[in-house]
């Protein structure tokens, strides 16, 4: 954080100074108009480039940031000063009201319905009849009225607006906020059943967004002296806060700010030099931009830049060994498990169209317990864990944990009543490091970001990868990842943790160390319940076995008893198996 | 206003709505059949529509149909002949761009690939608005017909107090709708190969095992797509003027009417397409001019918010 | 006709089959049974090309099949039935026929093929005109079997038939698999997680684990082996 404040200060300082040394006011203007694209870029990055929700629409808060500085000054005389933060409240205001319908919609969706709201907006504020509001000269009071004879005071403002947006998106993003947000982005189910309150945080996102866009406008306004509908609502308003977080890297402070600082001038001087040959140069230079942008490096300049600095320092330093791992003998038998009943599941059913998923489930854990569900594929195991953890509601039955009923509590809800799961597919959130995955499942059951830190590593500890926390998500192995869930489930405190096929995919070495993991949580008092669909490992795992198939209840009992089971031969290797083997 | 000319000036946005919106359905049909095969969301959809509008105004003037074929009959050769140029544009269009970001290698980017292609079509529609600004000038043009100024008068009716006017040429434009609609539809349902373009939309993995090309299915589709929408497009450039922006106005009309028929539904579409006409005209009624087209979005928008598989959508697709 | 050499293959970072090698030879029935997560369904998308191998060799009726684009593959005379049916949902089920019969052979023996798959399920051509993704589950695997079989392949492989289905289903599924390969003398290759059912009627199988091939051998071999036994119930 504070190294990240120090490059913020010397950028800001370099870029100040750049005013000293330019003369002629169209370069100035140029340099005042950088960072409000910056301002625009990092306000779309807070919200697309963290959560992953793409907005086409963020030239509505912009827009009406500019239209409110106009207005207010033309008819109440009320001072840019003043006028810009509150354009910064109209900014926020509309993000929420925006944000609240629209966040119920996903991906391509969600990036339709926000193209409308600025061109919806464009018009209605033609027909308004301000095709051209024009804000009043204030020759006398110039400084009372933000405006100034010397235009490098422009610049310098306009500076200070893009070094509050990146101090606000350097805290965002180390916060509890930001993480929850890159969660969302990476995978919003899984962040959900990690106790994130997504919703929450997508409003608050979008609503400190529209704060930045809105600011910016009124900015840009002053500025430029003329707000039309087209240059504050227009498509290439949007297009343009998109384009520079793209292009020089989303989800991060300096992407949107390097974009701008490549793309704003280009296209400037470009107009300038060319705009009477080419007149829509600027457009052509944004539009090459992003796909030059898609097509090389999707993730944006800032990104593949760090990518290629971290390649090539790996490529000196050693490869990190895998450390050998705790050891840990599993007990012969699991003492707690005959404790009181934690969790238990009643004649539960879910059918999805036709399909029965599963049907009148009932089934007990205690304490301390490891049950393992088995069953052939489609047998309804992954249904049942969404139903536990409350993914899906059930048709009919109910659950319970520690006697209290949970049907239609959500999944974060149930995350910080101790519910943490972890899912078949390996569900890391790629782009962060090991620790910032954990800490994000921490912050369910902890109030501070130190505190969560704190949960997290005591939870990495748990599972021996305390050594790797400062590696990327993405580069981990199977076994590492299988870990790493678990890590992120722990971290939370749940008293019962859900493993969606945890084995699956392992080596016969890594099973056994991701078993004696396990185990020894179940040591610590923690219920565990582990979906498989083979039987092999968990045998030596498990204190007792609930064989699911098609859906319903098969058999239920200790490992030994199960594996001679007849219904259970059959469910596995067919009846064909059965009588010629007896 | 008295009751009789409420009435008439109601069957006269009606008419005019179901002309405009017959238009829209094609235009629509287009987006649609792109959004159906290829699950990408294409931005730059009106700015192809553009690119038919041009196409159709120099074939009109410069290529000569206009002397070949008279002021009548032209504009409609024009339009036609939108259609084969931007099905190449298109082709080419996915092979050197889209291609690259979809498909079974676009899958791989996993939900990164789905916003690559959105956003690689935002670039495609900014370089070709902006591009059109060079090549095409910013000042409206329009093709000159004289049908466009003509109307067949229906009644008077009523007591002879409302009297309707139906405007030649929109009327032929939305006959020739109708039948590249109905010819799209029967190519999609009948022929193999729209056969195999369905079914490499259902199943993009499944197809493969059939033996099926589906990287070719997409740049078909995708030329497909653009080539009915250019149509549409040329069909429009008789009766309004255009300039390179034109492609924005019309996107969310197109947008609002493909999630009206439920995305990836053909025939939902089209009739997606003629509703969104419709209320475009009807709010006239109520409505200063102005605000025409944001009556669109808000409708749009109420559609996505309340009911995101459209109206038609799932009943249509069914059958 | 198909020979697999030392082939390894994965999805990005995760390794799924290593150094895996098998036979198919012209007529035989070859199933390939081991527990879910072993990497038969990579095995079977390596073949069609949907997954690309990082190192080994593919060879079908003596041709390099790394050679040989995805779609390519089918006209070869490779059917895929892919692994939970995968018929096309939209198409009626005369329509996911004819798309079967994509291949040039199968256009070639269009109404023969049509004809004999309407013998060997009937409630096919009582359906023909129905959507297939108003099937049931059983009729869909049938219509993904028939499907295959339109394309008149050398190679039939079918991934997991008796997946999600009702036992009885799941029987009549077999039984009309085999005697396909009985009657037509079709080259079968299966994966399966019925082991009894597919080792009884397979004239060699496979048993792949963890990604590698632990055991090869004829059905007797097969069928009395503790491994399986292991494999499947950890005992």
Redesign the interface.
């Known amino acids: 954080m504070k190294r990240q404040l120090i490059a913020i200060a010397v950028f800001a300082v370099v870029y100040a100074s750049l005013a000293l040394f330019v003369e002629h006011s169209y370069y100035l203007l140029i340099l005042a108009i950088v960072p409000v694209w910056a301002v625009m870029g990092l306000s779309w990055n807070l919200l697309s480039g963290y959560s ?1 929700f ?1 907005s ?1 629409g963020h030239a509505a808060f912009f827009g009406l940031g500019a239209y409110f500085v106009a207005l207010a000054q033309i008819h109440w005389g009320l001072s840019p000063w003043l006028g810009i933060p509150c354009a910064a409240l109209v900014g926020a205001a509309a993000g929420l009201v925006v944000g609240i ?2 966040f ?2 996903r ?3 969600f ?3 926000m ?3 600025p ?2 907006l464009l ?2 504020f ?2 308004l009849g301000y095709q051209e509001l024009a804000l009043p000269m204030q020759r006398e009071h110039g400084f009372a009225y933000m405006q100034f004879e010397d235009h490098r005071i422009y610049v310098w403002l306009s500076l200070a607006l893009l070094v509050a947006a990146m101090v606000i998106t350097a805290i965002v993003e180390r916060a509890r906020f930001g993480m929850s947000l890159i969660a969302i982005r990476e995978d919003e189910a899984a962040a959900e059943a990690a106790g994130i309150r997504t919703l929450a945080w997508k409003l608050k996102a979008i609503t400190l967004s529209g704060a930045m866009a809105g600011a910016a406008g009124g900015f840009y306004a002053v500025v430029l002296l003329v707000v039309t509908p087209p240059a504050v609502f227009g ?2 308003v949007s ?1 343009q806060a ?2 520079v977080a ?1 292009f020089g890297g989303s989800g991060s402070v300096w992407g949107p700010v390097i974009g701008a600082l490549v793309l704003v001038p280009l296209s400037e001087v470009l107009h300038a030099q060319l705009g009477n ?8 230079v ?6 030059a942008v ?2 090389v490096a ?1 993730e944006g300049v800032f990104w593949k830049a760090r990518d290629i600095l971290a390649r090539r320092r790996a490529g000196i330093s050693p490869v990190v060994a895998d450390l050998p791992h705790v050891a840990v003998t599993p007990p012969a038998c699991n003492a707690n498990a005959g404790g009181a009943i934690a969790f238990e599941v009643r004649n539960v059913s879910k059918a999805f169209g036709g399909l029965k998923a599963v049907r009148d489930v009932s089934l007990q854990v205690r304490q301390g317990e490891i049950l393992g569900i088995i069953g ?3 047998a309804g195991k992954t249904t049942l864990f969404n139903l536990l953890n409350g993914f899906i509601r059930p048709d009919q039955g109910s659950i319970l944990l520690n006697g209290e009923e949970v049907i239609g509590r959500s999944p974060y809800q149930l995350c910080a009543a101790g519910v943490g799961r972890t899912f078949q597919v390996v569900r890391p959130f790629r782009r962060m490091s090991v620790l910032e995955n954990v800490i994000v499942g921490a912050f369910v059951n902890a109030p501070s970001v130190a505190q969560a830190r704190v949960a997290a590593q005591d939870a990495l500890d748990q599972v021996g990868m305390r050594a790797q926390e400062e590696q990327l998500a993405g ?1 981990l ?2 076994k590492q990842l299988r870990l790493l869930e678990i890590a992120r489930a722990l971290a939370g405190k749940p008293k019962l943790l859900l493993l969606d ?1 945890t084995l ?5 070495g890594e099973v056994e160390e991701v078993i004696g993991v396990v185990r020894a949580l179940a040591a610590r008092g923690i219920t565990i319940v582990i979906i498989e ?8 795992l498990v204190d007792r076995f609930v064989v699911l198939n ?1 859906g319903a209840l098969l058999a239920q009992g200790l490992p030994e008893a199960i ?1 001679r089971d007849t219904a ?2 059959d469910a ?7 009588t ?2 007896a | 206003m008295n009751i009789a000319q409420f009435i008439e000036n109601f069957l006269q946005a009606l008419v005019a709505g179901l002309l405009t919106g017959s238009i829209y359905g094609l235009m629509c049909v287009g987006l649609s059949v792109i959004f159906g095969v290829m699950r990408v969301i294409n931005f730059a959809h009106g700015d192809f529509m553009m690119l038919g509008m041009y196409v159709a105004y120099y074939a009109f003037g410069l290529l000569g149909i206009h002397t070949l074929f008279g002021a009548s009959a032209g504009p409609y050769v024009a339009a036609l002949v939108a259609g084969p140029v931007i099905f190449l544009a298109g082709v080419l269009a996915h092979r050197l761009l889209i291609s690259r970001v979809t498909g079974i290698r676009g899958n791989a980017l996993q939900a990164q690939g789905h916003y690559a292609q959105l956003i690689l079509t935002l670039g495609l529609a900014l370089v070709l608005q902006n591009g059109g600004l060079y090549f095409f000038g910013s000042s409206p043009v329009s093709i000159a017909t004289p049908l466009a100024s003509n109307a067949w008068s229906v009644g008077p009716l009523y007591a002879d107090r409302i009297e309707i006017f139906v405007n030649q040429g929109q009327s032929i434009a939305a006959l020739i709708a109708l039948a590249v609609v109905a010819a799209f539809v029967v190519i999609m349902s009948r022929s193999r190969l729209g056969k195999s373009l369905r079914a490499a939309a259902d199943n993009p993995e499944a197809a493969t095992y059939m033996g099926i090309d589906v990287a070719r299915s997409h740049r078909l589709a995708f030329g497909f797509g653009v080539a009915v929408t250019a149509i549409g497009g040329g069909l429009l450039a008789s009766g309004t003027s255009f300039q390179p922006y034109v492609g924005l106005e019309y996107v969310i009309v197109m947008y609002a009417g493909v999630v009206l028929g439920g995305l990836g539904s053909v025939g939902g579409a089209f009739f997606g397409g003629l509703t969104i006409g419709l209320v475009q005209q009807m709010s006239t009624l109520f409505l200063p001019n102005q605000l025409q087209n944001t009556a669109i979005f808000v409708i749009f928008l109420f559609i996505v918010l309340v009911r995101p598989q459209g109206l038609f959508g799932t009943a249509l697709r069914r059958t | 006709m198909l020979e697999i050499v030392a082939l390894h293959a994965g999805y990005g970072l995760v390794p799924v089959l290593n150094a895996v090698s098998l036979r198919v030879g012209k007529g035989e029935f070859v199933a390939i049974v081991g527990p879910n997560g072993a990497g038969k369904s990579t095995l079977f998308k390596t073949i069609s090309g949907i997954v690309t191998p990082s190192a080994g060799h593919l060879r079908f009726d003596g041709k390099d099949l790394l050679a040989v684009a995805p779609a390519a593959r089918a006209h070869l005379g490779i059917a895929h039935i892919p692994e939970g049916r995968q018929v096309f949902p939209s198409l009626t089920v005369l329509e996911n026929l004819e798309m079967g019969a994509y291949t040039e052979a199968g256009q070639r023996d269009w109404k023969a093929n049509l004809e004999k798959i309407h013998t060997w399920f009937p409630v096919l051509a009582q359906r023909a005109k129905t959507p297939a993704g108003a099937l049931s589950g059983g009729q869909q695997q049938m219509l993904a079997i028939a499907r295959g079989l339109a394309s008149s392949p050398k190679l039939l492989m079918l991934d997991e038939p008796s997946m999600g289905l009702a036992p009885a289903a799941a029987d009549e599924i077999f039984e009309r698999i085999v005697s396909i390969h009985e009657t037509s003398g079709l080259t079968v290759l299966l994966v399966e997680q019925r082991v009894a059912e597919a080792l009884h009627f397979a004239d060699r199988g496979y048993v792949l684990e963890a990604g590698r091939m632990v055991l090869e051998g004829t059905h007797d071999e097969l069928k009395s082996n503790d491994r399986i036994r292991q494999a499947y119930l950890g005992m």
Do not use: D
């Not at chain 1, 699956?504 to 016969?508: C, P, S």
């Open positions: 992953g793409v086409f319908p629209t119920r919609l991906g391509h969706y990036a339709l319905a193209l409308a709201y061109l919806a018009y209605v033609e027909w498509m290439l297009a998109l384009i793209m040959i080419i007149p829509g140069i600027q457009g052509v944004y539009g090459v931009a992003i796909i898609i097509l999707p052939p594929n489609g580069t192995t199977n096929e699956a995919g392992l080596g016969a669909h083979t039987m092999q490992a968990m045998v030596r098609e594996t259970v031969i596995y290797l067919g009846k064909r198996w059965r010629a083997n």
